[in-house]
């Protein structure tokens, strides 16, 4: 099992920044790559970013973010993290974070946090 608990969320103006921190604890090990996903009310779960631990920490990111967020990690603290830069007020959507293992071409995901709610407003 892995416990994943996400951190950093609020209320911003547009064009400010956030950092979300997901601290994972656990069978970490089992899980070889880490998403952010957003869900805004009435639209599905989106995948937004991924940060692949196997390959040197590749990163892959959803068009409507790339350039604006980076995902990152720190395996010594177990935790990733996602830089959001000038935020939108379609970036509001409540923020989760995940872990899994590398499928295919894809990820596996097999672990979700509680998620954290990032709004921003005009």
């Known amino acids: 099992q892995v416990h994943l608990v996400e951190s950093g969320g609020g209320s911003v103006q547009a064009g400010r920044s956030l950092r979300l921190s997901c601290v994972a604890s656990g069978y970490v090990d089992s899980s070889d790559c880490m998403g952010w996903f957003r869900q805004a009310p009435g639209f599905n779960r989106e995948r937004i970013s991924t940060i692949y631990s196997g390959v040197g920490g590749s990163t892959w990111y959803a068009d409507s973010v790339k350039g604006r967020f980076t995902m990152s990690q720190d395996n010594d603290k177990n935790t990733v993290y996602l830089q959001m830069n000038s935020l939108k007020p379609e970036d509001t959507a409540m923020y989760y974070c995940?872990?899994?293992?590398?499928?295919?071409?894809?990820?596996?995901?097999?672990?979700w946090g509680q998620g954290t709610q990032v709004t921003v407003s005009s």
């Open positions: 995940a872990a899994g293992e590398r499928r295919g071409g894809g990820c596996q995901w097999n672990y």
